[in-house]
Structure formats: structure tokens, C-alpha cells
Nanobody
Framework: QVQLVESGGGWVQAGGSLRLSCAAA????????MGWFRQAPGKEREFVVGISWNNEATFLDSVKGRFTISRNNAKNTVYLQMDNLKPEDTAVYYC?????????????????WGQGTQVTVSS
């Protein structure tokens, strides 16, 4: 019915960059907030960044100035540009669609999830 497919993960040295993409199929989500979460081994899932229906963004403090989120509603796709990556950014990154037009950091408020893409940052 609804599928979110993440791509763009991989390995990078500290200070490098990656760009993640999340393509949605099954319906359009232009009126809903979207976001990225991440989960490292042994840790809980963590909100990274969200983007509202009108392109306002909210960032986790530790990624401010390094990560940028954008969306292309015509392509039903959201992007996460990650610059100056640090080893602490290593995690599986998940794309998600909210039940609201506005950003929330709570994972339970997101109704659809991708399967995740691995990001590994080495020092």
C-alpha cells in the first residue's frame, strides 16, 4: 500500500558527506511533516530532523549546522544532506511520515516508516 525506500547510506571518514534520499510510493504526503530518525546499536531511536508541510525544519542540537533537510513534493521524496560527519553519527537512519502537518520529535507520531539505511562514520 505505502512504501518508503531509503537510499544513499554508506561508509565515510569523519568530516565527509553523505546524501540520503527517501522516496515514497502509494500515496502523496505533501500535506504532512516528514522526518529522519536514527538508531545506533544498543540505543533508542532518536529524532534527527523533521520538515513540515511548509518546509520549516527542526534539528537535533548535535546536527545543527551540519545537516540539511529538503523535500520535493512533485517527486514525493525527502532528502537529508549530511556534512562534516562525525563517528557519533553512525547509525541506521530511518525515513518517516508524520500523522500531522507539523513537526514532532516523537517516533510514535509518525505513521509510515522506511526500512532504514546504514551510515557508518570512521575516525
Amino acid at each position: 500500500q505505502v512504501q518508503l525506500v531509503e537510499s544513499g547510506g554508506g561508509w565515510v571518514q569523519a568530516g565527509g558527506s553523505l546524501r540520503l534520499s527517501c522516496a515514497a510510493a502509494g500515496r502523496t504526503f505533501s500535506s504532512l511533516a516528514m522526518g529522519w530518525f536514527r538508531q545506533a546499536p544498543g540505543k533508542e531511536r532518536e529524532f534527527v530532523v523533521g520538515i513540515s508541510w511548509n518546509n520549516e525544519a527542526t534539528f537535533l542540537d548535535s546536527v545543527k549546522g551540519r545537516f540539511t533537510i529538503s523535500r520535493n513534493n512533485a517527486k514525493n521524496t525527502v532528502y537529508l544532506q549530511m556534512d562534516n560527519l562525525k563517528p557519533e553519527d553512525t547509525a541506521v537512519y530511518y525515513c518517516a511520515v508524520s500523522s500531522s502537518a507539523f513537526i514532532t520529535p516523537r517516533a510514535n507520531d509518525y505513521r509510515y516508516w522506511g526500512q532504514g539505511t546504514q551510515v557508518t562514520v570512521s575516525s
